[in-house]
């Protein structure tokens, strides 16, 4: 039998209470857009990924990752108290799934970034395969981008290439890859391809320096023009 029609999966729209919630409390609610109640099926299917024990290992792993982000909990009531950066988080979680050879693949424009996120790792113990968006020097017009749509008109101007990023890691076979400032659909073909577990330390944001949620923070006063397309 088809499945019943029913409203799409809109969690980010929900108005309930975050203690209130079905997927937060088993005495919870759900809206009728609510998968934990309305996608029983989808469910069952992704729980049964976790059998598999490299993908159980994994998820626990990185459950344990999640909680160690938070100190003194065992104090009651508990009140969130954050203590690791995003880079100790990868750090840490990389030891816990003792991987030795990491795959850093990033952007030209943070090139003293990942200068410095390469000599942290290695000097963690990791050896590090790192790769930039241009490597190979493909030009863009092999892809069919006219003068008009390059940034530099004029020129043989090379394109990003994140299928040879995802493509020369798996080469290298890396155990655990990590993206630092990949364009928007660029750092999408490299999960397509790459082969091991990726995880992002930053992503591209050439206004804000790359803190995406800037924009977001501020869309409901200094950066309300966002919210407008016209």
């Known amino acids: ?6 409203h799409r999966s809109s969690c980010a729209s929900c108005e309930l209470d975050i203690l209130s919630r079905i997927c937060v409390l088993p005495s919870g609610e759900g809206s009728k857009s609510c998968p934990t109640l309305t996608r029983p099926a989808v469910l069952a299917e992704a729980s049964k990924e976790y059998d598999d024990p490299a993908v159980r290992e994994f998820a626990r792993q990185a459950s344990i990752q999640e909680a160690e982000c938070y100190a003194n909990r065992d104090q009651q009531p508990y ?11 990868i750090i840490e979680f990389a030891k816990k799934m003792k991987y030795q050879r990491l795959g850093l693949a990033f952007c030209l424009g943070l090139i003293q970034e990942a200068n410095v996120v ?3 790792l290695e000097g963690h113990g990791f050896e590090v395969v790192s790769i930039l968006c241009k490597a190979g020097r493909v030009s863009k017009e092999t892809i069919g981008l006219t003068e ?31 993206l630092l400032g990949l364009c928007v659909g660029h750092d999408s073909l490299f999960f397509k391809y790459a082969q091991s577990p990726t995880t992002v330390l930053a992503v591209k944001d050439r206004v804000t320096g790359h803190n995406p949620l800037a924009a977001v923070y501020l869309a409901e006063s200094y950066y309300q023009k966002i919210r407008f397309p016209s």
């Not at 039998?1 to 029913?6: D, G, L, Y």
């Not at 009140?79 to 988080?89: D, H």
């Open 148 to 178: 008009e749509e390059k940034i530099y008109r004029g020129m043989d101007e090379p394109m990003c290439n994140p299928i040879y990023q995802a493509k020369l890691l798996n080469h290298e076979k890396t155990d655990f890859n990590i």
């Open 79 to 89: 009140i969130l108290q954050p203590t690791k950066t995003r880079l100790v988080e």
């Open 1 to 6: 039998m088809p499945e019943q029609k029913i």
């Open 118 to 120: 390469n000599r942290i």
